[in-house]
Nanobody, 128 residues
Framework: QLQLAESGGGLVQPGGSLRLSCAASGFSLKYFAIGWFRQAQGKEREGVSCISANGLTTNYANSAKGRFTISRDIAKNTVYLQMNSLKPEDTTVYYC?????????????????????WGQGTQVTVSS
């Protein structure tokens, strides 16, 4: 059974940092792209970042560029989202999701296309 479990959320002051983790079980990250998304209450789900199945391609939403970094540890079958310079508007629930790696394993998207498996989410609150 394919499962994703997010962790690492919490309360942080503006300008602070958090590292979110997305632990995968039941499948290998070598064959799936992973995306990070967030969704505030009453708003549409927004893509934040993604990493391809071969780990060579990463993409970021404009809101994340220069502040967030996605990475992964194949041995731990875990994807990370390092978030720096956090702002109050980053406050929301963050989800990771998986989509098949495709023919080349070198693509991923933050447009929420094709993501079939989702975690339960982790709350990030940026407040003083």
């Amino acid at each position: 059974q394919l499962q994703l479990a997010e962790s690492g959320g919490g309360l942080v002051q503006p300008g602070g940092s958090l590292r979110l983790s997305c632990a995968a079980s039941g499948f290998s990250l070598k064959y799936f792209a992973i995306g990070w998304f967030r969704q505030a209450q009453g708003k549409e789900r927004e893509g934040v970042s993604c990493i391809s199945a071969n780990g060579l391609t990463t993409n970021y939403a404009n809101s994340a560029k220069g502040r967030f970094t996605i990475s992964r540890d194949i041995a731990k079958n875990t994807v990370y989202l390092q978030m720096n310079s956090l702002k109050p508007e980053d406050t929301t629930v963050y989800y990771c999701a998986a989509v098949g790696g495709g023919a080349t394993g070198s693509v991923c998207n933050v447009e929420n296309i094709g993501y079939d498996y989702w975690g339960q989410g982790t709350q990030v609150t940026v407040s003083s």
